[in-house]
């Protein structure tokens, strides 16, 4: 069974971090480590500094006010403007006056703590990472800063760096399930599924109703062929009402290759439901591995909560398979009725015109059976098959010569012991009839 640890639910998301907050509280000023404002400039800040949450806009009025270009800004001043700026949506000046406070102060962290939130919080991942990084080189030891720094270096591709900042990042917060969760996309990609385990069981402690854990759990448990432990997992999350389509049709796929076949049924019907193009897919791929297994009335049933008023191509997906059945229960009339549909809709159709050769021959019209088949051998898809078709007629008809050209060609296409073993047979025959 294929395994896809990561499947759409499972991409990275944004970490839940409250962004303008962080701004917000970065207002206040650390003394001793960052410059100081003039005592204009001061005294303006505490009017405003209550309105960068409430009223950024007008809070930007009035700090642009008072700039003037005899006396600029001081690097203290740039960064409250900058802050505004960021609060009112206005990043490009918000960029540029965290640009300004940090040329005239080189060590003013906060600034280069803000302007890398305005990089991460505009995708300019690349951008932020030199941001954060500085930050920490100048002592920011704040969980958040390690975090989004980790997060923008995996956004960027650099897997190594990123797995060291979350781990960071947990060290000061270990409960933080968006690091958690960036960890756990690292380890996964890096195949670390022994980590990556246990930090989805954390996670699904922490957030028990986002499924997407459930079907990353699954499919780690998958990934070390345990594949009890993942259907009871499963089974668990759909008792919970947690499961949605893609854990109803991992888990319909496990019933199946464990031959529980009410039990795939029902998962897999789950998933017509929510999602009538999936769950029609694999309710007819789970068909055919009946049909291919003996196992008819089961496949019958299957088919029976299928419609056929479909789009065409689920439409003759659909009659190709109940011809499948109908001619593994040797019900000819019935499967040649849904072939002659079949071809209605598509007369070049390899597999259709397989089936309907195969129709022919076991009621013995050996003639029309042969014309089918060389339709099929027409056609890529089904060459291969057809040849072997072709190459067993033209042996019982005792034409040896006709039925090594069609192994020969079968063999070009694909190389099988059993196909050689049977030319060598008909080549011995061929060359004792001269």
């Known amino acids: 069974m294929a395994v896809a640890l990561l499947g759409p639910k499972a991409a990275a998301s944004d970490p839940k971090v409250d962004v303008k907050r962080i701004v917000n509280d970065s207002s206040s000023f650390l003394k001793e480590r960052e410059p100081e404002m003039t005592e204009e400039e001061y005294a303006l800040y505490q009017k405003v500094v209550t309105m960068l949450s409430t009223n950024p806009d007008f809070a930007v009025k009035i700090l642009e006010a008072m700039m003037s270009d005899k006396d600029p800004p001081s690097p203290a001043f740039n960064f409250i403007l900058g802050n505004a700026y960021y609060a009112a949506g206005q990043y490009e000046k918000s960029e540029a006056s965290y640009r300004s406070a940090i040329g005239a102060f080189p060590t003013f962290l906060r600034a280069w703590v803000n302007l890398g939130i305005l990089y991460y919080s505009t995708d300019r991942y690349a951008d932020a990472v030199p941001c954060f990084s500085k930050a920490i080189v100048l002592g920011d030891r704040d969980s958040s800063t390690f975090g989004l720094l980790g997060y923008s270096l995996e956004k960027e591709g650099n897997v190594v760096s990123s797995e060291m900042a979350y781990m960071q990042a947990l060290s000061g917060d270990p409960s933080n399930s968006d690091w958690k969760e960036g960890l756990l996309r690292i380890c996964i990609a890096g195949k670390q599924y022994g980590r990556?385990?246990?930090?989805?069981?954390?996670?699904?402690?922490?957030?028990?109703?986002?499924s997407q854990f459930w079907l990353i759990y699954a499919n780690i448990l998958l990934s070390d062929n345990r594949k009890l432990q993942a259907t009871i997992l499963l089974e668990t999350a759909d008792g919970m009402g947690i499961a949605g389509t893609e854990e109803e049709s991992l888990l319909g796929d496990l019933y199946a290759d464990q031959g529980l076949i009410p039990e795939a049924g029902a998962a897999?019907?789950?998933?017509?439901?929510?999602?009538p193009e999936l769950g029609e897919r694999k309710l007819l791929r789970y068909a055919q591995v009946l049909i291919a297994g003996g196992q008819l009335a089961s496949a019958e049933n299957v088919l029976g909560s299928l419609q056929t008023d479909k789009a065409q191509e689920s439409q003759m997906e659909i009659l190709q398979t109940k011809a499948d059945l109908y001619a593994a229960q040797e019900r000819w009339p019935e499967a040649m009725r849904e072939i002659d549909s079949l071809l209605n809709l598509s007369p070049l159709?390899?597999?259709?015109?397989?089936?309907?050769?195969?129709?022919?021959?076991?009621?013995?019209?050996?003639?029309r059976a042969t014309l089918s088949f060389e339709e099929a051998y027409r056609i890529a898809s089904t060459q291969y098959t057809a040849s072997l078709e072709?190459?067993?007629?033209?042996?019982?008809?005792?034409?040896?010569?006709?039925?090594?050209?069609?192994?020969?060609?079968?063999?070009?296409?694909?190389?099988?012991?059993?196909?050689?073993?049977?030319?060598?047979?008909v080549k011995t025959l061929a060359d004792k009839t001269g």
């Open 196 to 210: 990556a385990e246990s930090l989805v069981r954390s996670l699904i402690k922490d957030r028990p109703t986002e």
């Open 349 to 367: 159709n390899g597999r259709a015109l397989l089936s309907q050769g195969r129709a022919f021959a076991s009621e013995g019209d050996v003639p």
């Open 390 to 425: 072709l190459a067993n007629i033209e042996l019982k008809n005792r034409h040896y010569s006709k039925s090594v050209e069609y192994l020969e060609s079968a063999l070009k296409i694909e190389k099988t012991d059993a196909v050689e073993d049977f030319l060598a047979r």
């Open 268 to 275: 897999y019907s789950k998933v017509l439901a929510a999602s």
